[in-house]
């Protein structure tokens, strides 16, 4: 679903660029109370992950594909603040290195891809968990449900953005309805790989998914005939033991490695035909002002290498390079993020003042 340049005009874009720049700021505090030495290598990890996985285009209807989006993922896994870092971080890689979503309409894909199905997802997420059983099967429905839902829900927005700045002069009607319709289908798409990748995870270290926490059901004892809750345990502030530091290891490096072969070996078998967006855009003519890409040229355009001339291998290297510098710059922003909350925290950042 990235927006090219040319779909939405100048002053849209530029709206949805201040839209875009303040929803960051304020996910960039919000992250800070999210991140911590054991989840900010993880979201630098997530942002790879989702990079690596929108190369896997899937076949949804004639002619048509789909791919991820991956704010619900990122939202379960590592918070929803630090969801929305996560794919405005791959968004900026892919738009930057691969030519694939408008410089100009950064801010709209931002606001439509990060913002909007973060936001949609996370709060279907918790709604369902509250009402659902305490336990892990739980978390894994609801991110099934909350992935599924988060799709169509960019779709309407896209769909809004274009009726306020369309460049040209199609039925919103029309648009609507075929957005929409084969949005549902690619969340089916979206919402299977959330699931099974959330379901992974909580399967082998539960305490590192953020959607998770606080789900553990407490302990009932039997008092005088009735159940109550047992009394909540002290927190033990010894430090994370060695086996965990290393389970904590082997799941980044088992995740990096995943990402790698996606993005470097499986994308080649991704489907060719145009995704969500692509279609609904020629078949309703939204294309037609669509301007070339300012970064047409780069060395990494359309996900492959320059100069190299067997397919397999160009796309295969552009994949590796892509999630390589994803992990690198995102795990930079979130290491950056989680020192700031860690100095912001030390003794002597704050002053008090005596009346």
Same mark, same amino acid.
């Given at each position: 679903?990235?927006v090219?340049?040319?779909?939405i005009? @100048?002053?849209?874009?530029?709206?949805?660029?201040?839209?875009?720049?303040? +929803?960051?700021?304020?996910?960039?505090?919000?992250a800070?109370?999210?991140?911590?030495?054991?989840?900010?290598?993880?979201?630098?990890?997530?942002?790879a992950?989702?990079?690596?996985?929108?190369?896997?285009?899937?076949?949804?209807?004639?002619?048509?594909?789909?791919?991820?989006?991956?704010?619900?993922?990122?939202?379960?896994?590592?918070?929803?603040?630090?969801?929305?870092?996560?794919?405005?971080? *791959?968004?900026?890689?892919?738009?930057?290195?691969?030519?694939?979503?408008?410089?100009? @309409?950064?801010?709209?894909?931002?606001?439509?891809?990060?913002?909007?199905?973060?936001?949609?997802?996370?709060?279907?997420?918790?709604?369902?968990?509250k009402?659902?059983?305490?336990?892990?099967?739980?978390?894994?429905?609801?991110?099934?449900?909350?992935?599924?839902?988060?799709?169509?829900?960019?779709? *309407?927005?896209?769909?809004?953005?274009?009726?306020?700045?369309?460049?040209?002069d199609?039925? #919103?009607?029309?648009? +609507?309805?075929?957005?929409?319709?084969?949005?549902?289908?690619?969340g089916?798409?979206?919402?299977?790989?959330?699931?099974?990748? !959330?379901?992974a !995870?909580?399967?082998?270290?539960?305490?590192?998914?953020?959607?998770?926490?606080?789900?553990?059901?407490?302990?009932?004892?039997?008092?005088?005939?009735?159940?109550?809750?047992?009394?909540?345990?002290e927190?033990? =502030?010894?430090?994370? =033991? @060695?086996?965990?530091?290393?389970?904590?290891?082997?799941?980044?490096?088992?995740?990096?490695?995943?990402?790698? #072969?996606?993005?470097?070996?499986?994308?080649?078998?991704?489907?060719a035909?145009?995704?969500?967006?692509?279609?609904?855009?020629?078949?309703?003519?939204?294309?037609?002002?669509?301007?070339?890409?300012?970064? +047409?040229?780069?060395?990494?355009?359309?996900?492959?290498?320059?100069?190299?001339? &067997?397919?397999?291998?160009?796309?295969?290297?552009?994949? *590796?390079?892509? *999630?390589?510098?994803?992990?690198?710059?995102?795990?930079t922003?979130?290491?950056?993020?989680?020192?700031?909350?860690?100095?912001? &925290?030390?003794?002597?950042?704050?002053?008090?003042?005596?009346?």
């Amino acid at each position: 679903m990235h927006v090219p340049d040319g779909f939405i005009n @100048a002053p849209t874009s530029a709206a949805a660029g201040v839209v875009a720049a303040g +929803a960051l700021a304020v996910s960039l505090r919000g992250a800070r109370r999210e991140l911590d030495e054991r989840t900010a290598p993880l979201a630098g990890l997530v942002a790879a992950f989702i990079f690596a996985v929108q190369m896997l285009n899937f076949p949804v209807a004639a002619g048509t594909s789909g791919h991820l989006l991956g704010g619900a993922l990122a939202a379960i896994l590592v918070g929803p603040y630090t969801g929305v870092l996560c794919v405005s971080v *791959v968004l900026l890689m892919q738009g930057i290195l691969f030519a694939d979503g408008g410089l100009t @309409a950064l801010g709209v894909n931002i606001t439509d891809m990060a913002i909007t199905t973060t936001v949609v997802a996370y709060a279907v997420f918790r709604g369902l968990v509250k009402v659902l059983p305490r336990r892990r099967r739980s978390v894994t429905v609801a991110s099934f449900a909350a992935a599924l839902l988060s799709v169509p829900a960019a779709a *309407v927005v896209f769909t809004l953005i274009y009726a306020i700045g369309g460049t040209t002069d199609v039925s #919103i009607g029309k648009v +609507a309805t075929a957005m929409i319709g084969v949005h549902v289908l690619i969340g089916i798409g979206e919402a299977a790989i959330t699931a099974l990748t !959330v379901g992974a !995870v909580i399967a082998v270290r539960p305490d590192l998914v953020y959607g998770a926490r606080g789900l553990e059901q407490r302990l009932k004892l039997r008092v005088n005939g009735e159940l109550v809750d047992a009394p909540a345990a002290e927190p033990a =502030p010894a430090p994370v =033991p @060695a086996a965990a530091r290393s389970s904590h290891r082997k799941l980044w490096i088992t995740g990096l490695v995943a990402s790698l #072969i996606l993005a470097g070996f499986v994308s080649f078998y991704a489907s060719a035909s145009p995704d969500g967006l692509e279609k609904v855009a020629h078949d309703q003519g939204i294309d037609q002002k669509e301007k070339p890409h300012a970064n +047409a040229d780069s060395p990494l355009a359309d996900y492959g290498v320059k100069d190299i001339s &067997d397919a397999r291998l160009s796309g295969g290297l552009a994949g *590796v390079i892509g *999630v390589g510098v994803t992990v690198v710059v995102g795990s930079t922003v979130f290491w950056v993020v989680r020192r700031r909350r860690t100095d912001s &925290d030390a003794p002597g950042s704050s002053v008090s003042q005596a009346a």
